[in-house]
Nanobody, 129 residues
């Protein structure tokens, strides 16, 4: 198992920033692709960003079009942690944000929730206008 625990959510005004953290336990964390998803009330869970290993010591980041240029995903295997830096937040970014992990380390269906094996409990992000 790879339990995931998110933190860092909260209430912020439009244009502000938040940094979400996700701590994973389990020795196989480095081999997993890590992703962030979000779900707003009445909407389906949607892909936000993911970080997968390129085979060396660096990782490749993928982003949803809606957050490109505003959000940055990063990870540190030594700390078993992945972060989501969110800048220039908009009211439409309001949602519960989930951290997820999957053993598949490729770009194949990276934005599809069903391809992820483990999920955190979620952290609420609310952006006021």
């Amino acid at each position: 198992q790879v339990p995931l625990v998110e933190s860092g959510g909260g209430l912020v005004q439009a244009g502000g920033s938040l940094r979400l953290s996700c701590v994973a336990s389990g020795r196989t964390f480095s081999s997993y692709s890590m992703g962030w998803f979000r779900q707003a009330p009445g909407k389906e869970r949607e892909f936000v960003a993911a970080a997968r290993w390129s085979g060396g010591i660096t990782y490749i980041a993928d982003y949803a079009d809606s957050v490109k240029g505003r959000f940055t995903i990063s990870r540190d295997n030594a700390k078993n942690t992945v972060w989501l830096q969110m800048n220039s937040l908009k009211p439409e970014d309001t949602a519960v944000y989930y951290c997820a992990a999957r053993a598949l380390n490729s770009r194949d269906r990276i934005g599809v929730p069903d391809t992820y094996d483990y999920w955190g409990q979620g952290t609420q992000v609310t952006v006021s206008s």
